[in-house]
Protein backbone atom coordinates (compact mmCIF):
# COMPACT_ATOMS: atom_id res chain seq x y z
CA UNK A 1 0.00 0.00 0.00
CA UNK A 2 2.82 2.07 0.13
CA UNK A 3 3.65 2.73 -3.36
CA UNK A 4 0.32 3.04 -4.52
CA UNK A 5 0.27 5.98 -1.56
CA UNK A 6 3.47 7.48 -2.74
CA UNK A 7 2.08 7.27 -6.82
CA UNK A 8 -1.15 9.17 -5.63
CA UNK A 9 0.75 11.54 -3.74
CA UNK A 10 2.68 12.23 -6.39
CA UNK A 11 0.34 11.69 -8.86
CA UNK A 12 0.96 15.44 -10.52
CA UNK A 13 4.76 14.99 -10.47
CA UNK A 14 4.32 11.78 -12.68
CA UNK A 15 1.38 12.44 -14.97
CA UNK A 16 1.54 15.93 -15.02
CA UNK A 17 4.45 17.04 -17.54
CA UNK A 18 3.27 14.60 -20.21
CA UNK A 19 -0.39 15.51 -20.07
CA UNK A 20 0.42 19.00 -20.29
CA UNK A 21 3.79 19.54 -22.12
CA UNK A 22 4.52 16.38 -23.77
CA UNK A 23 1.39 15.60 -25.47
CA UNK A 24 0.49 19.31 -26.40
CA UNK A 25 3.66 19.94 -28.09
CA UNK A 26 3.07 16.49 -30.62
CA UNK A 27 -0.48 17.70 -30.97
CA UNK A 28 0.69 21.37 -32.07
CA UNK A 29 3.33 19.79 -34.07
CA UNK A 30 0.72 17.41 -35.62
CA UNK A 31 -1.65 20.79 -36.22
CA UNK A 32 0.78 22.29 -38.08
CA UNK A 33 1.15 19.83 -40.62
CA UNK A 34 -3.16 19.46 -41.14
CA UNK A 35 -4.74 22.20 -43.42
CA UNK A 36 -7.27 22.29 -40.80
CA UNK A 37 -7.88 25.52 -38.63
CA UNK A 38 -9.75 23.85 -35.99
CA UNK A 39 -7.00 21.96 -34.34
CA UNK A 40 -4.92 25.06 -34.72
CA UNK A 41 -7.01 26.79 -32.75
CA UNK A 42 -7.79 24.55 -29.52
CA UNK A 43 -3.50 24.06 -29.20
CA UNK A 44 -3.09 27.69 -29.82
CA UNK A 45 -5.81 28.45 -27.18
CA UNK A 46 -4.32 25.59 -25.17
CA UNK A 47 -0.99 27.05 -24.92
CA UNK A 48 -2.46 30.59 -24.17
CA UNK A 49 -4.39 29.01 -21.25
CA UNK A 50 -1.39 26.99 -20.12
CA UNK A 51 0.52 30.37 -20.06
CA UNK A 52 -2.19 32.26 -18.25
CA UNK A 53 -1.90 29.28 -15.54
CA UNK A 54 1.72 29.26 -15.22
CA UNK A 55 2.17 33.20 -14.43
CA UNK A 56 -0.63 32.49 -12.17
CA UNK A 57 1.12 30.45 -10.58
CA UNK A 58 4.61 32.09 -10.35
CA UNK A 59 3.13 34.94 -9.62
CA UNK A 60 0.39 33.66 -6.55
CA UNK A 61 3.24 30.67 -5.69
CA UNK A 62 3.46 31.57 -1.70
CA UNK A 63 -0.64 32.09 -1.29
CA UNK A 64 -1.04 28.36 -3.63
CA UNK A 65 1.55 26.61 -0.97
CA UNK A 66 -1.44 26.91 1.25
CA UNK A 67 -3.61 24.75 -0.73
CA UNK A 68 -2.21 21.46 -1.12
CA UNK A 69 -5.39 20.14 -3.93
CA UNK A 70 -4.08 22.81 -5.92
CA UNK A 71 -1.83 20.56 -8.69
CA UNK A 72 -4.63 18.48 -8.56
CA UNK A 73 -6.81 20.53 -9.59
CA UNK A 74 -4.47 22.28 -12.10
CA UNK A 75 -3.76 18.40 -13.79
CA UNK A 76 -7.76 18.23 -13.68
CA UNK A 77 -8.28 21.62 -15.70
CA UNK A 78 -5.59 20.54 -18.37
CA UNK A 79 -6.74 16.90 -18.67
CA UNK A 80 -9.94 18.90 -19.69
CA UNK A 81 -8.32 21.39 -21.59
CA UNK A 82 -6.16 18.31 -23.83
CA UNK A 83 -8.26 15.51 -24.15
CA UNK A 84 -9.72 15.23 -27.44
CA UNK A 85 -12.77 13.34 -25.67
CA UNK A 86 -13.24 17.21 -24.35
CA UNK A 87 -11.27 20.03 -26.34
CA UNK A 88 -11.76 21.87 -23.68
CA UNK A 89 -8.84 24.51 -25.15
CA UNK A 90 -11.42 24.72 -27.92
CA UNK A 91 -14.79 25.45 -25.57
CA UNK A 92 -13.23 27.89 -23.64
CA UNK A 93 -12.28 29.70 -27.08
CA UNK A 94 -15.68 29.44 -28.52
CA UNK A 95 -17.49 30.43 -25.49
CA UNK A 96 -15.40 32.84 -23.84
CA UNK A 97 -12.66 34.61 -26.24
CA UNK A 98 -14.72 34.95 -28.83
CA UNK A 99 -18.01 35.57 -27.09
CA UNK A 100 -15.96 39.00 -24.87
CA UNK A 101 -12.65 39.26 -27.04
CA UNK A 102 -13.48 41.20 -30.09
CA UNK A 103 -9.91 40.71 -32.24
CA UNK A 104 -10.16 42.68 -35.07
CA UNK A 105 -8.33 40.68 -38.35
CA UNK A 106 -6.51 42.41 -41.01
CA UNK A 107 -7.56 42.31 -44.25
CA UNK A 108 -5.11 42.30 -47.02
CA UNK A 109 -4.04 45.37 -49.18
CA UNK A 110 -4.74 43.34 -52.28
CA UNK A 111 -8.03 44.26 -52.16
CA UNK A 112 -10.17 47.46 -53.28
CA UNK A 113 -11.09 50.11 -50.95
CA UNK A 114 -14.81 48.80 -51.26
CA UNK A 115 -14.04 44.81 -50.56
CA UNK A 116 -12.03 45.81 -47.52
CA UNK A 117 -15.15 47.44 -46.03
CA UNK A 118 -16.99 44.43 -47.19
CA UNK A 119 -14.54 41.64 -45.78
CA UNK A 120 -14.01 43.92 -42.68
CA UNK A 121 -18.17 43.95 -42.06
CA UNK A 122 -18.11 39.88 -42.04
CA UNK A 123 -16.94 37.60 -39.14
CA UNK A 124 -13.96 35.97 -38.90
CA UNK A 125 -14.97 32.30 -40.15
CA UNK A 126 -16.57 34.25 -43.34
CA UNK A 127 -13.77 36.41 -44.24
CA UNK A 128 -11.43 33.09 -44.32
CA UNK A 129 -14.52 31.92 -46.62
CA UNK A 130 -14.93 34.86 -48.93
CA UNK A 131 -11.16 35.00 -49.33
CA UNK A 132 -10.47 31.17 -49.84
CA UNK A 133 -13.47 31.79 -52.78
CA UNK A 134 -11.33 34.96 -53.74
CA UNK A 135 -8.08 32.50 -54.01
CA UNK A 136 -9.26 29.91 -55.65
CA UNK A 137 -12.01 31.95 -58.41
CA UNK A 138 -10.28 35.63 -58.41
CA UNK A 139 -10.95 39.06 -57.38
CA UNK A 140 -14.06 39.53 -59.87
CA UNK A 141 -15.62 36.39 -58.90
CA UNK A 142 -16.41 38.01 -55.24
CA UNK A 143 -17.29 41.66 -57.22
CA UNK A 144 -19.97 39.67 -58.84
CA UNK A 145 -20.95 37.94 -56.01
CA UNK A 146 -21.49 41.38 -54.07
CA UNK A 147 -23.23 43.08 -57.06
CA UNK A 148 -25.77 40.14 -57.06
CA UNK A 149 -26.43 40.78 -53.43
CA UNK A 150 -26.44 44.70 -53.86
CA UNK A 151 -29.09 43.70 -56.45
CA UNK A 152 -31.14 41.31 -54.65
CA UNK A 153 -30.58 43.84 -51.73
CA UNK A 154 -32.47 46.59 -53.86
CA UNK A 155 -35.29 44.76 -54.89
CA UNK A 156 -36.61 44.26 -51.34
Known amino acids: MGILAAIARHLDTLVGPGVMLLYPVYA ?3 AIETPSTLDDQQWLTYWVLY ?3 TLFELS ?3 FLAWFPIWPYMKLMFCLWLVLPIFNGAAYVYENLVRK ?3 IEGQ ?8 QRKILMM ?7 SVERYIGKYGPDAFERVVKAAEKEANKR
Open 107 to 114: VSSNYTEG
Open 28 to 30: SMR
Open 100 to 102: YIK
Open 60 to 62: SWK
Open 122 to 128: MSLDARK
Open 51 to 53: SLI
